[in-house]
């Protein structure tokens, strides 16, 4: 029977890098513009109370948190229909009639919800954090030159941009496995098997796991940026030995 990883890039295994590089750039940009703006209106004012400074900061992450959460909310569902994809490709491989749409969207309900719910979360998290960055950062930036300003600026809000990266990548991947996890679900596959990316990036853990099978609802959670795939196969494939079961 063929193998679905020869459907595979070895580098990108799951194929969404670009789309999570595309929206690491977006999430970022957007605090990037937010920074800018809330500089350029201090600046030009030459507002010192911190006060003021923090009144300011609130209003725009207010503004800049409900968009946020609308892009992220349409990024999360063209990376579950990725997964989508994805999925029926590799169960085309393997001989199987991918679900119809409407199996999959009801039996994705519960996973979106959660999706959305965590949405919701992290752009709180984000958004109080933003906050109080920016309003730190700000003090005393409008007495410099607008060159310190910005090294300042950025040196100041690191932690915040770091944090978005991170949320735009689980919300490019996490939606992607789930969806992938959901059409295999359905077809009655039994059995995944692990495909890491074995390249420099590639941690130990992740290394060791690779090739190795295992029941579909005892899969061991990746970790934060992983980017390993997940690999329909079936229990009569191999010896059942060979099917580890995580403890």
């Known amino acids: 029977m063929p193998s679905p990883a020869k459907r595979l890039r070895p580098n990108d295994p ?4 670009a789309m999570e ?7 970022v940009k957007g605090i990037d513009e937010l920074i800018a703006k809330v500089y350029a209106v201090a600046k030009e004012r030459n507002i010192t109370d911190p006060q003021v400074i923090q009144r300011m900061v609130m209003r725009e992450a ?7 959460k609308r892009l992220a909310l349409e990024r999360i569902m063209r990376s579950r229909q990725a997964g989508r994809a994805h999925a029926r490709e590799l169960l085309k491989v393997l001989g199987l009639e991918p679900p119809s749409d409407m199996a999959s969207d009801l039996i994705g309900r519960d996973s979106l919800a959660e999706q959305m719910m965590r949405l919701q979360n992290d752009y ?9 960055d920016l309003s730190d950062a700000l003090l005393g930036v409008t007495q410099v030159s607008e060159r310190e300003a910005k090294v300042s600026l950025r040196v100041g ?6 944090h978005a990266r991170q949320v735009a990548h689980a919300e490019t991947v996490n939606p992607f496995r ?3 996890l959901e059409q295999y679900t359905l077809v009655g596959v039994t059995v995944l098997e692990w495909y ?5 990036r590639v941690c130990d853990e992740c290394r060791e796991r690779h090739g190795r099978k295992y029941p579909i609802d005892r899969v061991p959670e990746p970790h934060f940026g992983c980017r390993c795939d997940l690999l329909p196969t079936d229990v009569e494939m191999y010896r059942l030995e060979e099917v580890r079961v995580p403890a």
């Open 178 to 180: 789930a969806s992938a």
């Open 124 to 132: 709180e998290l984000l958004k109080a954090e933003l906050i109080q």
């Open 157 to 162: 809000t690191a932690g915040t941009r770091n």
């Open 21 to 27: 590089a595309r929206n690491m750039r977006a999430t």
């Open 196 to 200: 890491t990316s074995l390249d420099e």
């Open 62 to 68: 207010q503004a800049w948190g409900e968009m946020g």
């Open 14 to 17: 799951m194929g969404i890098r």
